[in-house]
């Protein structure tokens, strides 16, 4: 009887993280041409949440490896429980909700790893963990992303500004436009997958489904349409990080950056070296900031947005440690968990209302459209028409 | 335990890609800035160059069609 609840649970509360992976990961794709007015922002993430549903039901590859590496299975490891994954998930969503709040671009595949290996630390203890995995598969591409995406960036900016002349440079907003729906499709095909991943890693391990099989099409479905609502919410917050906050982007260099982020992304997922969509994104805004002449750098907000990530993991493990903690009481412990996970999630919702920050934030007037001035005190209205 | 071959392949890939296509889109319009009578078609013709690396993107992108068989 427990196990139906505990799967419900994990399902739902895997649908959420899939929610809560879109909405943050909007802005890779959508900051830049939102900053440059390229496209208008309820259109980009409108063409985001499309491009992302579609990616979805594209490839099934990384759902399958999901449970691969990292934590030991099989002979002499753990089997992890529907429980730990519930945990985890838990860990993952409040830490994604909390960066969204503080508008830092984390990684939401970093966030589910680390709740994961927290609520498994708990679970099964540090043996479990495969250290050296950890190390070689996120902490070094985690410094090497940024860094690497930046320089390319960095370079494409000088050759674009090289080769162009002031005037011509609008014309980069039309490019711009397929090289973030590229970004959007890739990221489509990869993150929707995750949940995938851990829904069917659960739906196995409650003796539901074989061992080795792909996700089944109403998971599939399930997760692509939660990935798509989240990317339409839009994550206002950070996009408005990326786009706006680190630097001011121009056209010419958010399709620099873009061109630079797209190609990374595709060359690290076919070559064989996974890098995070999240830090190639903002390594790229980062690089074009550095390579334009006159563009300035906010280096507080980059190190605010390196600090996000270094603490992703070892934070959303605490919660996920802790969600593990509670549900080892039981039935009553589990739905304690969820019961504060809710808690968390509507407080920091409520938080958020208090400095909204929505797609009116980024209006940009059309060009040419006569913007009233501010009337000044004492002024009269004459021969204004009502 | 890290693979620098591969993160190498990675970056000389990602340059020259981006590289390749900023080259083009910028040379489409810088070329595309004038009234002479060969720039038209020729500022076009990068365009479709351009296009052309973002349908190879999409080729990477979607694994039906360069995975079948795996």
């Given at each position: 009887?427990?196990?139906?609840?505990?799967?419900?649970?994990?399902?739902?509360?895997?649908?959420?993280?899939?929610?809560?992976?879109?909405?943050?990961?909007?802005?890779?794709?959508?900051?830049?041409?939102?900053?440059?007015?390229?496209?208008?922002?309820?259109?980009?993430?409108?063409?985001?949440?499309?491009?992302?549903?579609?990616?979805?039901?594209?490839?099934?590859?990384?759902?399958?490896?999901?449970?691969?590496?990292?934590?030991?299975?099989?002979?002499?490891?753990?089997?992890?429980?529907?429980?730990?994954?519930?945990?985890?998930?838990?860990?993952?969503?409040?830490?994604?909700?909390?960066?969204?709040?503080?508008?830092?671009?984390?990684?939401?595949?970093?966030?589910?790893?680390?709740?994961?290996?927290?609520?498994?630390?708990?679970?099964?203890?540090?043996?479990?963990?495969?250290?050296?995995?950890?190390?070689?598969?996120?902490?070094?591409?985690?410094?090497?992303?940024?860094?690497?995406?930046?320089?390319?960036?960095?370079?494409?900016?000088?050759?674009?500004?090289?080769?162009?002349?002031?005037?011509?440079?609008?014309?980069?907003?039309?490019?711009?436009?397929?090289?973030?729906?590229?970004?959007?499709?890739?990221?489509?095909?990869?993150?929707?997958?995750?949940?995938?991943?851990?829904?069917?890693?659960?739906?196995i391990a409650a003796g539901?489904?074989?061992?080795?099989?792909?996700?089944?099409?109403?998971?599939?479905?399930?997760?692509?349409?939660?990935?798509?609502?989240?990317?339409?919410?839009?994550?206002?917050?950070?996009?408005?990080?990326?786009?706006?906050?680190?630097?001011?982007?121009?056209?010419?260099?958010?399709?620099?950056?873009?061109?630079?982020?797209?190609?990374?992304?595709?060359?690290?997922?076919?070559?064989?070296?996974?890098?995070?969509?999240?830090?190639?994104?903002?390594?790229?805004?980062?690089?074009?900031?550095?390579?334009?002449?006159?563009?300035?750098?906010?280096?507080?907000?980059?190190?605010?947005?390196?600090?996000?990530?270094?603490?992703t993991i070892p934070a959303?493990?605490?919660?996920?440690?802790?969600?593990a903690f509670i549900a080892?009481?039981?039935?009553?412990?589990?739905?304690?968990?969820?019961?504060?996970?809710?808690?968390?999630?509507?407080?920091?919702?409520?938080?958020?209302?208090?400095?909204?920050?929505?797609?009116?934030?980024?209006?940009?007037?059309?060009?040419?459209?006569?913007?009233?001035?501010?009337?000044?005190?004492?002024?009269?209205?004459?021969?204004?028409?009502? | 335990?890290?693979?620098?071959?591969?993160?190498?392949?990675?970056?000389?890939?990602?340059?020259?890609?981006?590289?390749?296509?900023?080259?083009?889109?910028?040379?489409?319009?810088?070329?595309?800035?004038?009234?002479?009578?060969?720039?038209?078609?020729?500022?076009?013709?990068?365009?479709?160059?351009?296009?052309?690396?973002?349908?190879?993107?999409?080729?990477?992108?979607?694994?039906?069609?360069?995975?079948?068989?795996?």
């Amino acid at each position: 009887m427990d196990i139906w609840l505990i799967v419900a649970l994990v399902v739902a509360l895997a649908l959420f993280f899939d929610f809560t992976n879109g909405f943050h990961d909007t802005a890779n794709a959508m900051a830049t041409p939102i900053a440059t007015g390229a496209l208008k922002p309820k259109v980009a993430v409108a063409i985001a949440a499309i491009l992302n549903l579609v990616g979805a039901f594209l490839s099934t590859e990384v759902a399958k490896t999901i449970s691969g590496g990292l934590i030991r299975e099989g002979d002499g490891g753990i089997q992890i429980t529907p429980v730990l994954v519930l945990a985890g998930l838990i860990g993952a969503i409040v830490w994604n909700l909390v960066t969204w709040l503080m508008g830092l671009p984390s990684s939401s595949s970093h966030a589910l790893f680390g709740g994961l290996i927290g609520a498994v630390v708990v679970g099964a203890g540090f043996g479990a963990i495969d250290g050296s995995v950890l190390v070689a598969k996120i902490l070094i591409p985690a410094v090497l992303a940024p860094v690497t995406a930046g320089l390319i960036s960095f370079l494409v900016t000088k050759i674009a500004y090289g080769i162009t002349k002031k005037r011509e440079r609008d014309g980069f907003k039309k490019g711009q436009i397929f090289t973030s729906s590229l970004v959007s499709l890739a990221h489509g095909t990869n993150d929707a997958q995750k949940t995938m991943g851990v829904i069917t890693l659960t739906l196995i391990a409650a003796g539901w489904q074989d061992t080795g099989t792909g996700p089944a099409f109403w998971v599939i479905c399930a997760c692509a349409i939660a990935i798509a609502a989240g990317t339409y919410s839009g994550g206002w917050r950070i996009i408005k990080t990326i786009g706006r906050d680190i630097t001011d982007i121009e056209p010419a260099q958010g399709f620099a950056a873009e061109a630079a982020t797209t190609a990374t992304i595709l060359a690290s997922t076919h070559l064989g070296f996974a890098l995070s969509t999240t830090q190639v994104a903002s390594g790229s805004v980062i690089g074009t900031g550095v390579g334009r002449k006159g563009a300035s750098v906010r280096w507080k907000t980059a190190g605010r947005i390196a600090l996000g990530w270094l603490i992703t993991i070892p934070a959303a493990g605490l919660v996920g440690a802790i969600a593990a903690f509670i549900a080892g009481f039981g039935l009553w412990g589990i739905v304690l968990d969820v019961v504060l996970a809710v808690a968390a999630i509507l407080a920091i919702f409520l938080r958020s209302r208090r400095n909204l920050v929505d797609h009116r934030t980024f209006h940009v007037p059309e060009p040419g459209v006569f913007v009233r001035p501010k009337r000044r005190k004492g002024q009269k209205r004459t021969g204004e028409r009502r | 335990m890290i693979n620098w071959w591969s993160f190498a392949e990675v970056v000389i890939a990602s340059v020259v890609s981006a590289g390749l296509l900023v080259t083009l889109f910028s040379t489409a319009l810088r070329v595309g800035d004038g009234d002479a009578r060969w720039r038209r078609p020729l500022s076009v013709a990068l365009y479709v160059l351009c296009g052309l690396v973002v349908a190879f993107g999409i080729y990477l992108i979607v694994p039906a069609l360069h995975a079948f068989g795996t």
